[in-house]
């Protein structure tokens, strides 16, 4: 399979960057199915969706297209049979645990027909982790994703040392298709390369809140006053998710036995434990009801 024959994208996970993803593909053209283990998840997605195309309808980026059309298109599922069975490329955004996601694709590998290629849209963690669970290790490899998706248009492509040369040629293909800009990666690394950046200032400044060095709100005042940006690290999170930065935090500071990532972690999952998600639950670092 080649970029062209790509017809059919099944994204795993209904969450903010499966519905993101979900989005950009349906607009450009693909026939999109949404798959995710629980109904509810589902549901909240399909409404996101419905007003996020609203929301975008009039970008440039979609001037080629009814958006509002293409995502009311977009199927929904929680059968992994129903949805495998005609795609020729999956995308997986479900949450950075390498186990949890060596078991989904285990499952789709013995759902999917041999000619799909498996993507997974790992924000830290690299492909190898799991690529031997896939039961197709050739024909899988990162591609990943920065939000928002129409206008941040950078993904990475990121191959294993078992990827094909023929599935990286594939993705690269077919990010082009789907108006993103592909930025080959020579050889695998944690954080890509905008995220490998990105993670080490969400980093330094998870540190300076979780040890009291200063508040979230004068860290992101630091931050924007100097660099003249919207948005401070924790404003950011906010959009990304802390739910996704505590996942991301949590995994390393278990595998790392790092005491400072163990306590970032726990600074995260107090906001958690609140219902405070970020944008997406109305309320985070900061409130946006």
């Known amino acids: 399979m080649d970029a062209d ?8 996970g209904a969450g903010t960057m499966g519905q993101q993803i979900a989005l950009q593909c349906a607009a450009h053209g693909f026939a999109v199915t949404l798959l995710d283990t629980e109904r509810a998840a589902l549901d909240r997605a399909r409404a996101r969706l419905d007003a996020l195309a609203g929301h975008v309808a009039s ?47 285990a499952e789709l590998d013995r759902l999917c027909p041999a000619r799909t290629i498996f993507a997974t849209n790992t924000s830290s963690l690299v492909p190898s982790l799991f690529a031997d669970a896939t039961g197709r290790p050739d024909r899988l490899a990162a591609l990943h994703f920065h939000q928002p998706v129409w206008s941040a248009t950078i993904v990475d492509v990121m191959p294993h040392p078992g990827t094909s ?16 800009v592909p930025i080959r990666l020579l050889r695998e690394s944690p954080g890509y390369v905008f995220n490998a950046m990105y ?25 924007t006053t100097v660099t003249k940006m919207p948005n401070g690290p924790f404003g950011m999170l906010d959009h990304v998710g802390i739910d996704t930065a505590w ?35 109305g309320r985070g670092f900061y409130d946006y009801r």
């Open 165 to 180: 040369p023929e599935t990286v040629e594939t993705l690269v293909g077919f990010a082009g298709r789907i108006g993103q």
């Open 199 to 223: 993670n080490a200032l969400n980093r330094e400044a998870i540190t300076l809140a979780a040890n009291g060095v200063a508040t979230v709100e004068d860290i992101d005042r630091a931050w």
């Open 59 to 105: 970008d440039p980026a979609f001037a080629h297209t009814d958006v509002v059309a293409d995502v009311a298109r977009i199927s929904a599922t929680t059968d992994p049979a129903e949805a495998a069975h005609e795609a020729d490329l999956v995308s997986e955004s479900v949450p950075e645990d390498p186990a949890l996601k060596g078991r989904v694709f």
């Open 5 to 12: 024959d790509i017809r059919t994208v099944l994204v795993v």
């Open 247 to 281: 996942h991301i935090t949590d995994y390393w500071a278990r595998t790392l036995g790092d005491p400072q990532l163990t306590r970032n972690a726990a600074f995260l999952k107090g906001y958690l434990d609140q219902g405070r998600a970020g944008v997406k639950s």
